[in-house]
């Protein structure tokens, strides 16, 4: 479509309501978390003492409780719960909150009283130091590697063990694909607790009255290598890591190598998302290979060495930690705490603090192990799964969580449920922020699905606050009358156009251009509208660094964050698809400068002291309030 087209139609359709903005916040990152005039902070007291209230609900039986039903069993579930920011350091130590349940306040081993320095399992959080560790390691040509040119194994062991119904394409599996859990290799390796002929074997399922064919000792697949690896072991353990069920160190790589070449797939690669611990197995195992380190010192070397992360552990913490250690299920340690993870250790086997979520965390969102546009690329989706507010990255769960004012904010999200461990690693990049949840009960049937209902009291109370004190601190820093000569720009905070939240109204989103005169001519009046679009015309973040001077960008009323779906009838034709702004940025220029792009001049506290709408090549200076 040509330039004008383009222009002509936006300027036709502002009549629709329409959705979204470009995919980035609406303000520049707060930088107060932790004082206690931030909306963040009061957020957070509020957060805290509402899952106080639900806990105490619980244990004195409240009736009346306004616990929502799925956090049934919070005060039975030991649980740490810290934020942590980009721009305010103090964030992860003020906004912190703890809470130990019985069974490990009365722990005959490990500690009896959580905080920021209580060791936790964290399952399949796991798989964000997996894909850390290989996006510094990994050149681009081993990530495109197919997994049979570093394996041969797979292949050769397929082709010399015909007789499965179809099975993986172990050329098409890559790296790459395998981290973005779009690979479509089976979901557990062996052993795994889904496996119903070793659930079967362990007595707790009835296979023949499932309706299920007697075993068959020549059918290859049901003779996985690494099954003569358990027999007589397997029921001594439980415990699991990644899907795995016992003592999963008794199957080498080889073996785990055989059991799963010639398994049918879930998909062909790049298909469909399909979460597989087992791509995830094969994935440290490749890591390890291709570095020729051993996946723990991988991960030490790589990631918790640089950031810190003192407490954290891919082998079972040492015996001189276990002080301070979450052991559930504390009489047997052994059956969810001191576990061999062997194969499965990339998948689900580290240990962390609520101090090391944090440090990783900020680690990630301030780019210290990786070029910058590196983790921008990092934390954005490589798929879609079937509902439009998940997508998935690698190894990220992307949450696209709705503001009461319609913007979407994406939650890059991992979660972690195996054994008696549940937790989460949630990042907003928008804003430069995220929280955690580490947590543990080995009695707890619907433990990960009570830290889920805690994740979104946390989540709906936190989201809007942040982005309220975001607003807060846009006005604060940007909002006011810039003038040079004849020419003045007015930024404004709508307050007017607010969506309620818990702590009050929602702002914007976008400092609103209330006044714009150039070289004595209203802007806002003139052709300029004609070709630009309908107003109100907004500025968001678009360049934010160097900090001294970020970019933003105008935004039309045409694409604005609204509650109306575009569908319907009107996939091509509706709004947010025949004019959208991120067709649109950039389309108008003069002198090889897009219109719409403002650049400003910050000092050291934060505040714009200029701006120049740099298409028209002048610098406007803020004046200064008497
Ligand atoms: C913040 O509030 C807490 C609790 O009310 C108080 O102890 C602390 O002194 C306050 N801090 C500041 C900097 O005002
Ligand atoms: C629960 O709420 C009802 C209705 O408000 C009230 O009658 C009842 O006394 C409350 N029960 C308790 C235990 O607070
Ligand atoms: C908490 O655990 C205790 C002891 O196992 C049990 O009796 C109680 O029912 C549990 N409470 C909830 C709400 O699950
Ligand atoms: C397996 O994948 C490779 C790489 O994509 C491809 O070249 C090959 O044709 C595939 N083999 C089969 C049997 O589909
Ligand atoms: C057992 O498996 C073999 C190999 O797949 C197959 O040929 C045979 O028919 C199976 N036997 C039964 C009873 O299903
Ligand atoms: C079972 O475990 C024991 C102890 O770890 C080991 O010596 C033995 O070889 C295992 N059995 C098999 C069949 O692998
Ligand atoms: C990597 O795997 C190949 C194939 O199994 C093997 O020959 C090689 O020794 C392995 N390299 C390392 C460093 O483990
Ligand atoms: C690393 O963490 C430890 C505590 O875990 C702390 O004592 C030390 O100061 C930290 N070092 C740096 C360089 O931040
Ligand atoms: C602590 O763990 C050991 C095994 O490491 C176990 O023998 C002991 O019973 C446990 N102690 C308590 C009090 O549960
Ligand atoms: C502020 O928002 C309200 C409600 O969305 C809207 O009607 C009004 O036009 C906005 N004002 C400006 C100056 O953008
Ligand atoms: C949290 O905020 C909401 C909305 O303002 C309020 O209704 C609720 O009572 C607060 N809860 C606590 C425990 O402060
Ligand atoms: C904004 O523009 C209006 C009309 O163009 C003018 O009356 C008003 O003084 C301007 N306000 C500022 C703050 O420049």
Not at 28 to 49: C, M
Not at 64 to 92: C, K, M, R, V, Y
Not at 287 to 313: E, H, I, R, Y
């Amino acid at each position: 479509m040509k330039l004008f087209e383009v222009l002509a139609l936006s300027t036709a359709c502002f009549v629709h309501t329409a959705l979204a903005d470009f995919a980035t916040g609406s303000w520049p990152a707060p930088a107060d978390l932790s004082s206690n005039s931030s909306l963040i902070h009061k957020a957070f007291v509020n957060i805290t003492e509402t899952l106080q209230e639900y806990i105490l609900d619980e244990s004195f039986g409240n009736v009346n409780s306004s616990a929502p039903e799925l956090i049934s069993g919070i005060s039975n579930l030991t649980f740490s719960l810290g934020a942590f920011s980009f721009h305010d350091a103090a964030a992860s130590k003020v906004l912190q909150y703890h809470y130990t349940a019985a069974e490990i306040a009365t722990a005959g081993n490990g500690t009896t009283s959580v905080d920021a320095d209580s060791i936790y399992r964290v399952a399949s959080v796991t798989k964000v130091l997996t894909v850390l560790s290989g996006l510094i390691n990994l050149s681009p040509t081993d990530w495109d590697r197919p997994l049979d040119d570093i394996f041969p194994i797979l292949s050769s062991y397929q082709e010399a063990h015909p007789g499965g119904p179809f099975a993986v394409n172990w050329t098409a599996v890559t790296p790459r694909n395998l981290a973005a859990q779009i690979s479509g290799v089976p979901r557990d390796g062996f052993p795994s607790l889904n496996e119903l002929e070793l659930l079967d074997a362990l007595g707790q399922v009835d296979t023949t009255a499932m309706g299920l064919p007697p075993y068959n000792a020549s059918d290859p697949l049901q003779n996985p290598p690494c099954l003569s690896y358990l027999i007589g072991n397997s029921s001594s353990s439980t415990g699991s890591a990644g899907g795995a069920a016992g003592n999963v160190q008794m199957c080498p790589a080889d073996p785990y190598f055989e059991s799963d070449a010639n398994r049918p797939p879930s998909f062909n690669p790049w298909t469909s998302p399909g979460y597989a611990n087992n791509g995830f197995s094969l994935l440290g195992l490749a890591l390890a290979n291709l570095t020729n380190t051993s996946f723990p010192d991988l991960v030490q070397k790589s990631v918790f060495g640089p950031l810190n992360m003192t407490s954290s552990n891919i082998l079972t913490p040492p015996k001189s930690e276990w002080n301070r250690s979450v052991i559930a299920a504390s009489s047997s340690p052994t059956t969810y705490f001191d576990i061999d993870a062997g194969v499965f250790a990339a998948s689900g086997a580290a240990s962390m603090t609520q101090n090391d979520m944090a440090r990783l965390g900020e680690g990630i969102l301030k780019s210290a192990l990786l070029p910058m546009a590196e983790t921008r690329r990092w934390l954005k989706p490589v798929s879609f799964t079937g509902r439009l507010q998940y997508a998935v990255g690698a190894p990220w769960e992307i949450h696209r969580y709705t503001l009461p004012n319609n913007k979407v904010v994406d939650l890059y999200t991992k979660s972690g449920d195996s054994g008696a461990y549940s937790a989460f690693l949630v990042l907003l990049p928008d804003y430069d922020l995220g929280f955690s949840l580490l947590s543990a009960s080995s009695t707890l049937k619907l433990r990960f699905e009570v830290l889920a209902a805690i994740a979104d009291v946390v989540a709906y109370t936190l989201v809007p606050a942040v982005d309220a004190q975001a607003a807060a601190e846009a006005m604060a820093n940007f909002a006011g009358t810039y003038v040079s000569g004849n020419s003045s720009l007015t930024l404004i905070v709508n307050q007017t156009s607010t969506a309620p939240t818990t702590l009050g109204g929602l702002p914007g989103p976008g400092l609103v251009i209330s006044n714009w005169t150039s070289n004595g001519m209203d802007v806002l009046t003139s052709q300029f509208t004609t070709y630009t679009g309908p107003r109100p015309y907004r500025l968001v973040p678009s360049v934010p660094l160097p900090a001294s001077r970020p970019s933003f960008r105008l935004l039309t009323k045409v694409d604005e964050p609204s509650a109306q779906l575009p569908i319907s009838d009107k996939l091509f034709s509706g709004p947010g698809f025949l004019s959208s702004d991120w067709v649109a940025v950039d389309a108008l220029t003069y002198g090889g400068i897009g219109t719409t792009l403002f650049q400003f001049d910050v000092g050291s506290d934060g505040k714009a002291t200029a701006v120049s709408p740099v298409a028209f090549r002048e610098t406007l200076l803020k004046v200064k309030l008497l």
